[in-house]
C-alpha cells in the first residue's frame, strides 16, 4: 500500500522539472538578430546614450568657429585681452566637450560589459542545463569558445550599437556643413577626393570580414580537438594545422587592414593638400581670410576622423554580427540537443 502511495511521486514531480527546464531554455535562447537582442537587453540605456551623443557632436564645431576666429583678430591686430577672452571660451568648450565624451564613452562600454555578463550567464546557464555538453566534447568545445572569446566583440557592438554611427554621422554632417559655409569649392573638392574612399573601403571590408569569420569556425574547430584529444601528444598533433591556419587568417586580416589605414591616409593628406593650395590662393588675392583656411584644414581632419571610426564601427558591426549568428546558433543546436536527449531518456 505504501509502495503503491510511493510509486506516482517521481511522475507527479515531473511536470514541475519540465516546467523549469522550460522556463530556463526561454530565457537561455537568443533573438534571432543581434540588434534585436541590443533592444531586449538595453533599450533604455541606449536612448541615454543617444542624449548624450546629439550634446558631443553638437559642440564638436565651437572650437572650429572659436580657432578661425582667434587667428583672424590676431591678424587684424585686435587687443590682446579679446584674445585671451577668446582663448579662456575655448579652453572651456573643449573641457565641456571632453568631458561630455568621456562621460558617454564610460556609459557605452558599461552597457557592453552588461551585454557579455549576460551573454555569458546564459551560456552557463545552458551548461547547467545541458546534459549534451557532459558527454559529447564538440558541445563542449563550443562553449568554452563562446564563453572565454566569443561573446566580447558582440557586447563590445552593444555599447556602440546605436550611439557611435549617430556619433559620426553627425560629426561629418555638422563639418561638411561649416566647411561649405566657409568656401563652397573647397568643400567640394574635398569631397572629391574623399569619395575613392567609399569604393576600396566597402570591398576590404568585405574582404575582412569573411576571414574573420573563417577564423572563429577554426577556433571553435580548435577547442573541440583540444577537449577530444585523449593526451598531450594528441593534443599536440591536432592543435597544429588549426593553429597554423589562424596565423594566416590574423595576417590576412592584418594586410588587409593596414593597407586600407594607409590607402585613407593618403587620402587624407591629399585633401589637406588641396585645401592649403586652393586657401592659399584665396587668401593671396583677398577672397577669403588666413582664419578660413586654417578652420578648414582642421575641418578636414575633423571629417576624416569620424569616417575612420565610421569605417571601424561598421567592421565591428559585421564581425559582431557574424558571431552572434554562430553563437545563437550554436545555443539553439545544443538546447535541441538537449530536448532530444531528453526525450530518449
Request: some cysteine; hydrophobic content about 50%; aromatic content about 8%.
Amino acid at each position: 500500500m505504501n509502495e503503491a502511495n510511493q510509486t506516482p511521486a517521481p511522475a507527479d514531480r515531473q511536470p514541475s522539472q519540465r516546467g523549469r527546464s522550460s522556463t530556463a531554455a526561454r530565457h537561455i535562447r537568443l533573438p534571432a538578430a543581434i540588434l534585436r537582442y541590443v533592444l531586449d537587453t538595453s533599450a533604455y540605456h541606449q536612448v541615454a546614450l543617444l542624449l548624450l551623443t546629439v550634446a558631443v557632436f553638437l559642440i564638436e564645431l565651437v572650437p572650429l568657429e572659436l580657432q578661425r576666429r582667434i587667428i583672424n583678430d590676431l591678424v587684424k591686430n585686435r587687443t590682446f585681452g579679446y584674445i585671451i577672452t577668446l582663448c579662456a571660451i575655448y579652453a572651456g568648450v573643449v573641457l565641456v566637450h571632453g568631458s561630455t565624451k568621456l562621460g558617454l564613452n564610460l556609459y557605452r562600454n558599461w552597457v557592453g560589459e552588461r551585454a557579455v555578463r549576460d551573454l555569458r550567464r546564459r551560456i552557463r546557464d545552458l551548461v547547467g542545463l545541458s546534459s549534451v555538453a557532459a558527454i559529447d566534447p564538440e558541445a563542449q568545445g563550443v562553449e568554452i569558445s563562446m564563453i572565454v572569446a566569443e561573446v566580447e566583440p558582440i557586447g563590445a557592438f552593444v555599447g556602440s550599437s546605436v550611439s557611435e554611427p549617430l556619433l559620426q554621422s553627425g560629426v561629418m554632417l555638422s563639418v561638411l556643413a561649416y566647411m561649405t559655409h566657409l568656401d563652397p569649392w573647397m568643400a567640394l573638392i574635398a569631397v572629391g577626393i574623399f569619395m575613392p574612399q567609399l569604393i576600396f573601403v566597402p570591398l576590404m571590408q568585405k574582404a575582412i570580414i569573411e576571414r574573420t569569420a573563417a577564423r572563429v569556425q577554426v577556433l571553435r574547430g580548435l577547442s573541440i580537438s583540444i577537449v577530444e584529444a585523449p593526451n598531450r601528444e594528441g593534443k599536440e598533433r591536432v592543435e597544429q594545422g588549426p593553429i597554423q591556419r589562424v596565423f594566416e587568417l590574423d595576417m590576412g586580416i592584418f594586410k588587409l587592414k593596414f593597407t586600407m589605414n594607409f590607402l585613407m591616409n593618403f587620402c587624407n593628406h591629399l585633401q589637406r593638400v588641396a585645401a592649403l593650395l586652393l586657401g592659399g590662393w584665396y587668401v593671396l588675392h583677398g577672397q577669403l581670410e588666413v582664419g578660413g583656411v586654417v578652420a578648414f584644414i582642421s575641418g578636414v581632419e575633423k571629417l576624416n576622423d569620424p569616417w575612420g571610426d565610421l569605417v571601424n564601427y561598421f567592421r565591428d558591426f559585421s564581425v559582431a554580427h557574424v558571431k552572434y549568428h554562430l553563437v545563437s546558433t550554436a545555443v539553439d543546436d545544443l538546447m535541441e540537443g538537449q530536448a532530444l536527449a531528453a526525450v530518449d531518456n
